[in-house]
């Protein structure tokens, strides 16, 4: 099972859409920009009073991947190898994620393949978003 997730006042959010199987990515209404991970202001205009959470379609493309034969997280080491793949979010490319690909076998990465968001559980009961090929 995967390594707890503990949510603070910035990321709570993020993490409560997930237990809920939404993927939310924070957006700020001042400048209409969405950014990831989530901080106290934009990074684009500084805005920190126009900050929202926005629903994203959960689909996405895999833009690049590695496989993880030595992780530093004791909790991770029970799966090695496993992939470790970067998604671009369809809703904005310029938006990525990483993702344990669930069901694709290691190195067997299909790059440029879409995928959709899927939400498993961790050790504290968490949901955390992961992707699967579509």
């Not at 920009?33 to 994203?56: F, V």
């Not at 690049?64 to 470790?84: G, H, I, M, R, S």
Request: with cysteine; proline share 8%; glycine share 8%.
């Amino acid at each position: 099972m995967k390594q707890g997730v503990i949510a603070d006042d910035l990321t709570r959010p993020f993490w409560e859409a997930a237990n809920e199987g939404r993927l939310v990515i924070q957006n700020c209404a001042a400048c209409d920009r969405l950014q990831n991970p989530p901080l106290p202001a934009c990074s684009k205009c500084g805005s920190g009073d126009d900050l929202e959470w926005k629903q994203m379609s959960g689909r996405g493309t895999i833009y690049n991947y590695c496989v993880v034969y030595d992780c530093p997280v004791a909790l991770l080491q029970e799966d090695e190898p496993f992939n470790l793949a970067v998604i671009m979010l369809e809703d904005d490319p310029g938006i990525q994620m990483y993702s344990h690909l669930p069901g694709t076998p290691v190195d067997d990465v299909p790059v440029g393949a879409g995928v959709e968001v899927v939400f498993e559980t961790t050790a504290n009961g968490q949901k955390v978003p992961e992707w699967r090929v579509a």
